[in-house]
């Protein structure tokens, strides 16, 4: 019996830091955005490192990722998720970024053209 | 006590009855993953007018984020109390945890509402196209989740803690999580860096 109570007490425990610890990043996130301590490539990477560790913090203290028994499907499942969506998301900007570059709109490539033009007179 | 028993016996095994419903959530990451895509894409293109800078306001979506931060962690209250299987205070979660869902929603509405009013709909530019499509993909969730909960408080209230309605609760546990994680995101990218870029 008393075994169970301190099985009882350590998860309330857990959810109760998940709760503070994530509160504690959204807070951190919010300064940094709100009073500007990091300019433009460097906000986004801080921004984006608070937001994955709350996704850890979450994932372990609220989906008890960590405490499944041995075929840990669910944390294999999750794993693989992650590397989709990163493939997703940073190809995707990847891919756009390039194609941005190679089709300019056509009145932009006739304008470049005639500066070529010019400039070889 | 018979409840206290079942529920302790779907709870703990709930790692292998919950397997579909997790691939169900991982699948839904995906879908999000494709709309932050577009939106990341998009947020830019903002048509000459507002982006999101001028648009939004970081105290409300603040609250906003304190306010489903905390109805996460009731919804884990409310499926610890069930493991403890202790009916009465379940139900106080789970009504806790409502609430405050619907405290969350009635505030995108309004702001959704604030923004329609001001004449940034989603036809104005393809940067609000992308951002309605995202956050509203979310309220769309949450709205399921709050008809989940309601039902289910209902069912609990009736016929009390049974096999169905305790593997139920377990679900809902990992829907109403995720939602928070996927709000993170959307609170980081959409309104922390939009609004400080």
Known sequence: MSKNTNKIDSSLINYTAGFVFSILLTITAYIVARDGLFQSWALVYVILGLAVSQLFVQAFFFLHLGEEKKPRLNLMTFIFTLIVVTILVVCTLWIMKNLN????????????????????? | MTDTVIAKHQLESQGKNNFGFWIYIMTDCVLFATLFATYAVLNRATAGGPGAKELFSLPFVLAETMILLTSSFTCGLAVLSAKNGNKKQLLYWLVITFLLGLAFISMEIYEFNQLIYEGHNWTKSAFLSAYFVLVGTHGLHIITGLTWIAVLTKKITKSGLTTKTSGSLAMLGIFWHFLDIVWIFIFSFVYLIGASL
């Open chain 1, 101 to 121: 570059y190679n089709m300019m709109p056509h009145e932009q490539d006739k304008y470049m053209l005639e500066q070529n033009n010019k400039s070889s007179f």
